[in-house]
C-alpha cells in the first residue's frame, strides 16, 4: 500500500513537469503563431564611484546593490582590459563595462517584453540555482521531477515484480522500456 502512494505520488509530480513541457513546447514549436517582441537597448555612461580593489566577484555583487541588478552574475576581463560584469535576468539583460582606468561605466541594458512565447523559450533554457529565487525555484523543481522519475520507475517496477505471474506480458514492457532508450542513444553517437 505504501508502494501504490509513492508511486502515485511521483506521477503526480512527474504529471506536472510534463504538461508544463507539453504546453511550453507546443508553444516554441509553433513560434510562428505568436508575436516575437523585439529587443528594445538603451546605453547610459555613470562616473565610478567605487573602484575594483578585490575579487570581480566582490565587485560584482557591489554593482549588484548599487544598482539594484537582478539575475545571473558574469564577469569577463577583456583584452583591452575592460572588465564587464553581467546580470541577466527573465526579459532584461544588463551589462556593465569598467574601462581600465576605472573612472567609467557603460551601461547597455537589453529588454524584452515576456510573453507566453519568451517564457516558454526561458523554462527550456533555464539551468542551475543561481540568479533569484525563480531559478531555485525551478532548479528545485527540475531535481524533484529528476527524483520522481527514478522513483516512479521503480516503484512500478516492484508493483508489477510482485504480480509478475498474474501479468506475465510486463516482462515485455519492462525489455521494451530499457531497449528502445538504448537505441535512441545509439542512433545520436553513432549515426553520421
Known amino acids: 500500500m505504501v508502494l501504490k502512494q509513492i508511486h502515485l505520488i511521483s506521477s503526480i509530480i512527474l504529471l506536472v513537469f ?26 547610459s555612461k555613470i562616473l565610478v564611484e567605487k573602484q575594483m580593489t578585490g575579487s570581480p566577484e566582490e565587485y560584482s555583487n557591489y554593482l549588484k546593490e548599487k544598482f539594484g541588478f537582478k539575475g545571473r552574475q558574469f564577469q569577463t576581463h577583456e583584452k583591452n582590459g575592460n572588465w564587464t560584469f553581467q546580470f541577466n535576468f527573465q526579459g532584461s539583460n544588463k551589462r556593465i563595462t569598467l574601462t581600465p582606468a576605472q573612472d567609467t561605466f557603460y551601461i547597455r541594458t537589453s529588454t524584452q517584453k515576456m510573453t507566453l512565447l519568451t ?4 523554462l527550456h533554457h533555464m539551468r542551475g540555482f543561481s540568479g533569484g529565487w525563480e531559478y531555485t525555484l525551478w532548479g528545485i523543481f527540475y531535481d ?39 537505441i535512441m542513444v545509439c542512433l545520436f553517437l553513432f549515426w553520421r
Open 119 to 122: 517564457v516558454s523559450s526561458k
Open 18 to 43: 510534463i504538461f508544463i513541457f507539453l504546453i511550453t513546447g507546443i508553444v516554441i514549436v509553433n513560434r510562428n503563431l505568436f508575436e516575437i517582441p523585439g529587443t528594445e537597448e538603451n546605453q
Open 144 to 182: 524533484l521531477t529528476t527524483i520522481s522519475l527514478i522513483i516512479f520507475a521503480i516503484t512500478g517496477v516492484l508493483m508489477w515484480f510482485r504480480l509478475r505471474t498474474r501479468y506475465t506480458s510486463g516482462w515485455w514492457f519492462l525489455a521494451s522500456g530499457m531497449i528502445i532508450p538504448l
